[in-house]
T-cell receptor
């Protein structure tokens, strides 16, 4: 199957700072990527849909000014957690689907564990 | 997308077939059944999907009932590495509907 890579795999940051997480589709182009958040012992919750060349679409209750999403190319989307606080500590996961339709399923990155201290 | 219901947890002996059920009684005619699994602290991994016919690949088999209101994921010879949370998701296929809504899933534990 196709490969989606996230970087970094984990990050620790100080409260008040910003953190950027990258999501890349390595062997396919993705017009749309998705960002999820997962708290311990809970399921994945969709945060936003990242659209190449346009603004992201955020799910209800997700602050767009806090979670900045940029989808600069067909293979890269970034999520920036601005002014991070301890309650933002979570497992962040991106997914992407093949624009060309070679694969009909979505593929997920390995996730980024964010710890805000 | 239609809602799914799965058992919270299941155990299966190593080497035996693991059968994971999923109810999706409100599924629409154009909605596919997808299965993903998530091993601890990793991103979800695609397993299999289907519309109405049974499907098989190198990882698993998917059995969908004739009325499409339920399905079963079968791991034919479970190994310890199959211990994970398994998610059954139904969604409309095709472009423009890539959103996946995750439920609570089934925590499958393979016992040596």
């Amino acid at each position: 199957g196709a490969v989606v890579s996230q970087h970094p795999s984990w990050v620790i940051c100080k409260s008040g700072t910003s953190v950027k997480i990258e999501c890349r589709s390595l062997d396919f182009q993705a017009t749309t990527m998705f960002w999820y958040r997962q708290f311990p012992k809970q399921s994945l919750m969709l945060m936003a849909t990242s659209n190449e060349g346009s603004k992201a679409t955020y799910e209800q209750g997700v602050e767009k000014d806090k979670f900045l999403i940029n989808h600069a190319s067909l293979t890269l989307s970034t999520l920036t957690v601005t002014s991070a606080h301890p309650e933002d500590s979570s497992f962040y996961i991106c997914s992407a689907r093949d624009r060309a339709g070679w694969y009909t399923e979505a593929f997920f990155g390995q996730g980024t564990r964010l710890t805000v201290v | 997308d239609a809602k799914t219901t799965q058992p919270t947890s299941m155990d299966c002996a190593e080497g035996r077939a693991a059968n994971l059920p999923c109810n999706h009684s409100t599924i629409s005619g154009n909605e596919y059944v997808y299965w993903y699994r998530q091993i601890h602290s990793q991103g979800p991994q695609y397993i299999i999907h289907g519309l109405k016919n049974n499907e098989t690949n190198e990882m698993a088999s998917l059995i969908i009932t004739e009325d499409r209101k339920s399905s079963t994921l079968i791991l034919p010879h479970a190994t310890l590495r199959d211990t994970a949370v398994y998610y059954c998701i139904v969604r409309v296929g095709g472009f423009g509907n890539e959103k996946l809504t995750f439920g609570t899933g089934t925590r499958l534990t393979i016992i040596p």
